[in-house]
């Protein structure tokens, strides 16, 4: 494991110094796949062995393989794919679908990672014959299923699979596992959702929770899935596609304020044994208007990256990594996240949220984890987003809303508010309707109304895109021509903070009232009306990119080429601290700070 350690900070060092580099896509990197084309030719002078190495150090729910490959005609552009279940090749994919049954490939099913031999073997290629033996390393997590590894040549535009290996699997595959947190709909409740592979009707699940000094409680949980014909389009429905498993959140209720709680999830079976997961341990929440020291992590587009190196990582998302770690590391230093939008970035592969739920575990299995919707989660074509767009590759809202509870009425109108002490947070869905006279703008506005500035002074407004930065689908709205029915509101209720993701970077401007900058002031903003901060911070962990997201008059800080978060911290009712902090070093490279006094 510490062989695997030193190389992954190696690896990172290099990708780190290269952000600028990786081309800005929709697709995702298993997409490079032609998996419909695979022709299976089994090679009995090929073999491929895979055999565990040990379970990660803080965890029993991953686990580090060893993959060997021996070749009698070694190529460059061979590769291993990582599938779960180990059974990958039958021509069933398109049974819950209504494509044609009759040109189904053997191979229907694509895997959840892959590496190229060559890659950390650079022995492994034609002019080495006498060197055909390749060694990989893979790390899997428990996904309520065996694992297999295939060896493919051709590459992976005309994939031949030539090898397959033995089955592995986890001890307990149905375990209860990957639980993130939420607020509920009342400041003293707090949701856990996590996943297992035990249905309703063979296990009732539930969690037990308790503080120092009290008795035992027990939640019951409710249980919901979703199957293909749920998705909307390719790759969800074909390709793309794995069984999610069973989903199930439960309230913990009439929590007492700002105390800590240890939790654990069960699930009693039918002879009625216990299968627990670990102990996991949260802090409620404070009261409403409560004055004490108060600290907010928001970020968007985050996604998810692969710390084995494999070419997901590697050509998609090395940040994701960075900051995970960074907010893992500083657990003790702040109380809420607030993830808006962009979250596993699956893109219709639906293995990849396991792993986006695994990675964030430290951190969302022990404070709240708040999201909003991206283009991510819901674009598609004649889907009910806004903007016709193929982002979710078919996915159009199912799995996000599936596997992560927010505090809203209706889940697929999924715009909501909740309170953290000192905090009223306003969270819209930009992929639906914002303007004038609609459903969401109208609850917009009460949302804004309904804060007592006295009791909550920090009103915070947050969405996954800049109000106006689409229009049917086409980047057109940018800047200053955020619209005008939305500037109102901002102005009207005195918004302190709004915040965006996708564009990856982080931008800032000045505070806006009436479309200009209030003042010359860049660091410090007092006053009962200072304007609303307009502030960018979608460069968690995708692909940085230099598009600019606000008017150039506005600007007073940006950061157009490396991986970072926001941080509030609001220390009483008339002081607030904004800053923005670089995900590889975790140094502050841009603050401000709003005094105000109702």
Same mark, same amino acid.
């Given at each position: 494991m510490e062989t695997t350690n030193n190389l992954l900070i190696i690896f990172l060092l290099l990708v780190s110094n290269s952000f600028v580099t990786f081309s800005v896509t929709n697709k995702h990197p298993l997409a490079n796949i032609a998996i419909h084309k695979a022709v299976i030719d089994i090679?009995?002078?090929?073999?491929?062995?895979?055999?565990?190495?040990?379970?990660? =150090?803080?965890?029993?729910?991953?686990?580090?393989?060893?993959? #060997?490959?021996?070749?009698?005609?070694?190529? #460059?552009?061979?590769?291993v794919g990582v599938f779960s279940p180990a059974k990958f090749n039958g021509s069933d994919c398109y049974r819950e679908s209504?494509?044609?049954?009759? *040109?189904?490939?053997?191979?229907?099913?694509?895997?959840?990672?892959y590496k190229f031999v060559s890659y950390p073997t650079p022995d492994y290629a034609p002019d080495y014959v006498k060197r055909r033996h390749g060694v990989l390393q893979f790390e899997i997590i428990n996904q309520?299923?065996?694992?297999?590894?295939?060896?493919?040549?051709?590459? !992976?535009?005309?994939? $031949? &699979?030539? %090898? +397959?290996?033995?089955?592995? %699997?986890? $001890?307990?595959?149905?375990?209860? @596992?990957?639980?993130?947190?939420?607020?509920?709909?009342?400041? =003293?409740?707090?949701? !856990?959702?996590?996943?297992?592979?035990?249905?309703?009707?063979?296990?009732?699940?539930? +969690?037990?929770?308790?503080?120092?000094?009290? /008795?035992? *409680? @027990?939640?019951?949980? /409710?249980?919901?899935?979703?199957?293909?014909?749920?998705?909307?389009?390719?790759?969800?429905?074909?390709? /793309?596609?794995?069984?999610?498993?069973?989903?199930?959140? %439960?309230? &913990?209720?009439? @929590?007492?304020?700002?105390?800590?709680?240890?939790?654990?999830?069960?699930?009693? @079976?039918? *002879?009625?044994?216990i299968v627990w997961s670990k102990r996991y341990r949260f802090k409620s929440s404070p009261n409403p208007g409560h004055d004490s020291l108060q600290r907010v992590i928001i970020f968007g587009d985050m996604g998810k990256g692969e710390r084995d190196g494999s070419y997901d990582m590697y050509a998609y998302q090395p940040g994701s990594l960075m900051t995970t770690d960074r907010l893992e590391n500083d657990l003790k230093n702040y109380d809420i996240v607030f993830?808006?939008?962009?979250?596993?970035?699956?893109?219709?592969?639906l293995s990849q949220w396991d792993q986006f739920t695994a990675q964030i575990q430290p951190i969302a299995s022990t404070k709240p984890y708040m999201t909003a919707s991206g283009s991510d989660e819901q674009d598609y074509f004649n889907s009910r987003s806004t903007y016709r767009i193929s982002d979710s590759g078919g996915e159009c809202g199912v799995p996000a809303e599936t596997m992560f509870y927010v505090p809203a009425k209706h889940r697929a109108k999924s715009w909501y508010s909740t309170d953290y002490g000192m905090f009223h947070f306003c969270i819209a869905d930009s992929n639906l309707d914002l303007s004038e006279g609609s459903e969401q703008y109208a609850w917009i506005e009460k949302c804004f109304a309904s804060v007592d500035k006295q009791k909550q002074p920090w009103l915070i407004f947050a969405a996954n895109h800049v109000p106006g930065h689409f229009i049917d689908g086409k980047d057109v709205l940018r800047g200053r021509y955020l619209d005008e029915p939305m500037l109102k509101l901002w102005h009207k209720y005195n918004v302190d903070i709004a915040f965006y993701g996708g564009d990856h970077n982080y931008e800032r401007s000045c505070a806006v009232y009436e479309n200009q900058c209030v003042s010359?002031?860049? =660091?410090?903003?007092?006053?009962?009306?200072?304007?609303?901060?307009?502030?960018?911070?979608?460069?968690?962990?995708?692909?940085?990119?230099?598009?600019? /997201?606000?008017?150039?008059?506005?600007?007073?800080? #940006?950061?157009?080429?490396?991986?970072?978060?926001?941080?509030?911290?609001?220390?009483?009712?008339?002081? &607030?601290?904004? #800053?923005?902090? $670089? %995900?590889?070093?975790?140094? +502050?490279?841009?603050?401000?700070t709003i005094s105000r006094d109702y």
């Open positions: 090679q009995e002078s090929s073999s491929i062995t895979a055999y565990p190495i040990d379970f990660d =150090d803080k965890r029993d729910d991953i686990l580090w393989i060893n993959v #060997e490959v021996e070749s009698a005609d070694p190529s #460059e552009d061979d590769w209504d494509l044609d049954m009759m *040109n189904a490939p053997h191979i229907c099913t694509a895997p959840i990672k309520r299923a065996d694992f297999s590894f295939a060896l493919f040549t051709g590459g !992976v535009y005309s994939p $031949k &699979l030539i %090898s +397959v290996s033995s089955p592995l %699997s986890f $001890k307990t595959p149905k375990a209860p @596992l990957y639980p993130h947190l939420a607020q509920g709909k009342s400041w =003293d409740q707090m949701a !856990v959702t996590w996943t297992s592979g035990y249905s309703i009707d063979e296990a009732i699940p539930f +969690v037990e929770y308790r503080s120092a000094g009290r /008795g035992r *409680n @027990l939640s019951h949980a /409710g249980t919901v899935t979703f199957s293909r014909s749920k998705l909307c389009g390719e790759p969800a429905v074909t390709f /793309g596609w794995r069984d999610p498993g069973f989903i199930h959140t %439960s309230f &913990l209720n009439k @929590l007492w304020p700002n105390t800590m709680y240890d939790y654990r999830m069960g699930h009693r @079976l039918v *002879n009625k044994s993830h808006i939008g962009n979250l596993a970035r699956a893109r219709g592969y010359m002031e860049r =660091d410090n903003y007092w006053g009962s009306k200072t304007g609303t901060i307009h502030v960018i911070v979608g460069g968690a962990g995708s692909q940085v990119y230099n598009n600019i /997201g606000l008017d150039r008059d506005w600007l007073v800080y #940006e950061d157009l080429i490396d991986f970072g978060f926001g941080k509030l911290t609001a220390f009483n009712h008339s002081l &607030l601290l904004f #800053e923005y902090i $670089k %995900s590889r070093d975790g140094l +502050v490279y841009d603050s401000f």
